[in-house]
């Protein structure tokens, strides 16, 4: 069965992440994991310079069960109740000890994941990028990663933005995408954004290139083009996201340097700080990308 992971720590952010992913389970008609790791200080790497009361793994491992459950009780009384929602997604529980990243193979290997969603416990999404967590989080990562923001309530998407450096790498992930839109009946509209020194020419012959690999190879109607002049692409994209409509960003992570570059500017962070759009995040470097 389809699962979308949620990583929680049990704060507001995750339980308002797993509202979310709640409500995107119900039209994508797939299941809930709540997922929670915890450490057990005796094994930290500073733990022999301080005299640690014997852990008890078994104890926290439950201790850690036990809350899950609990935050799986609260997050059951959020089912839908329109009409057109007719799906309840089961909502089931994994807790291990240690970083999640070095679990992550596993959750991913044995799961029909998805999906995995985590809180943005950042103030804004430029600042989520610009940080660690991401970048470790991308680096191993081969299931793409929802990103929502910590006042971020789920709404019917009706369009997404899909950012693009006209690569036809992207083409596949586009290919996923429309899976997802598909469930809302969702437009897609691809995004790139050039400033004023871009060669127009091979420009163009790019994004024909590009919008001909999507005609010949996904049968979506719904997808259109849009070129974007700006000097900075941070604040061309966050324009389009605040008057476009866009109810959900998608990207695809390249390296690290093409967040840098797509959020240097100070005037994009601030924008996007106060961005309230759920962010998606597809790794390159996945073997194959899911449908929705």
């Known amino acids: 069965m389809k699962t979308i992971a949620v990583l929680t720590d049990f704060s507001k952010r995750a339980e308002n992440a797993a509202s979310y992913a709640l409500h995107l389970a119900e039209h994508l008609h797939a299941n809930v994991k709540l997922y929670h790791s915890f450490i057990v200080p005796s094994n930290t790497p500073m733990a022999y ?109 009706n369009r997404i933005a899909f950012a693009t450096d006209l690569s036809t790498e992207d083409v596949e992930q586009i290919h996923s995408l429309t899976s997802l839109a598909s469930a809302f009946n969702a437009e897609i509209v691809i995004v790139h954004v050039a400033d004023e020194k871009y060669n127009e020419q091979e420009s163009q012959e790019k994004v024909t290139h590009l919008l001909g690999e999507i005609t010949s190879k996904i049968n979506f109607s719904k997808i259109y083009y849009r070129h974007l002049k700006s000097n900075d692409p941070g604040n061309g994209l966050d324009w389009f996201t605040e008057h476009g409509r866009i109810d959900m960003l998608v990207m695809v992570h390249h390296t690290q340097t093409f967040f840098q570059e797509l959020f240097k500017g100070s005037l994009s962070k601030e924008i996007a700080a106060k961005a309230q759009l759920p962010l998606l995040i597809y790794p390159s470097t996945a073997s194959s990308v899911p449908v929705f």
Do not use: R
Not at 87 to 105: A, V
């Open 49 to 157: 310079q301080i005299v640690w009361p014997m852990e008890n793994y078994e104890e926290l491992k439950n201790n850690s069960m036990k809350q899950l459950k609990l935050f799986g009780a609260e997050l059951k009384k959020e089912y839908s109740m329109e009409a057109d929602v007719n799906f309840k997604p089961e909502i089931e529980y994994e807790c291990h000890d240690g970083d999640f990243t070095s679990y992550l193979k596993v959750l991913e290997t044995e799961n029909d994941l998805v999906l995995l969603v985590i809180g943005n416990h950042e103030k804004g999404i430029s600042n989520w990028l610009m940080g660690n967590h991401v970048n470790e989080l991308m680096d191993k990562v081969t299931t793409p990663v929802l990103v929502i923001a910590e006042e971020q309530k789920f709404t019917k998407i």
